[in-house]
């Protein structure tokens, strides 16, 4: 069984930072692509960042490039996703996955098989 649990959400004011944790317990013999995702109220899902399961260039949204940065620490089977610059939009709850069994990320978010709980992310104005 995997198990994914996020944490580090909170709560700040625009223009602040978050740095959010992601760890992945289970079947540790792979690595994988992992990803972050965000849903805020009333609004579909959307792909913030992903990385392949060995690390290289991260794949980010146009809403977040140049203030989240996403990195993994294989031997400590944890994904981090740094966010800087933060604006109210980026208010939702936050998600990581995996792609089990993918070294490279797939685009398609059909690819992502497990999920974590999420953390809530508040930005105010």
């Known amino acids: 069984q995997v198990q994914l649990v996020e944490s580090g959400g909170g709560s700040v004011q625009a223009g602040g930072s978050l740095s959010l944790s992601c760890t992945v317990s289970g079947r540790m013999s792979d690595r994988f692509c992992m990803g972050w995702f965000r849903q805020a109220p009333g609004k579909e899902r959307e792909a913030v960042a992903r990385?392949?399961?060995?690390?290289?260039?991260?794949t980010y949204a146009d809403s977040v490039k140049g203030r989240f940065t996403t990195s993994r620490d294989n031997p400590k089977n944890t994904l981090y996703l740094q966010m800087n610059s933060l604006k109210p939009e980026d208010t939702a709850i936050y998600y990581c996955?995996?792609?089990?069994?993918?070294?490279?990320?797939?685009?398609?978010?059909?690819?992502?098989?497990?999920w974590g709980q999420g953390t809530q992310v508040t930005v105010s104005s």
């Open positions: 996955a995996v792609q089990w069994g993918q070294w490279y990320c797939q685009s398609s978010t059909d690819k992502y098989n497990y």
């Open positions: 990385i392949d399961g060995g690390g290289g260039t991260p």
